[in-house]
């Protein structure tokens, strides 16, 4: 059995999924909601008119935290 033989199940981002939520259940509890936390997707949508983007919209607004925000670079 090779390496690649979950491609003949399922996508990539299939497989992606099932290794991150394994991953995230292995964690400690601290550690499991902090990686879920970073694992929710804020969607946003723009309306363009005649070339020019209007104000960004979020689907669902996101809540508010009270720390400081902190940047994506690790």
Partial sequence: MSSATWRNVFTFNKYSQIAARALRSSLKEEERVAAEKRGLT????????????????????????DGPKKSAAV
């Fill in 42 to 65: 804020i969607l946003r949508y723009q309306r363009w008119e005649n070339g020019q983007g209007g104000p960004q919209t979020y689907l669902i607004p996101p809540a508010e935290s």
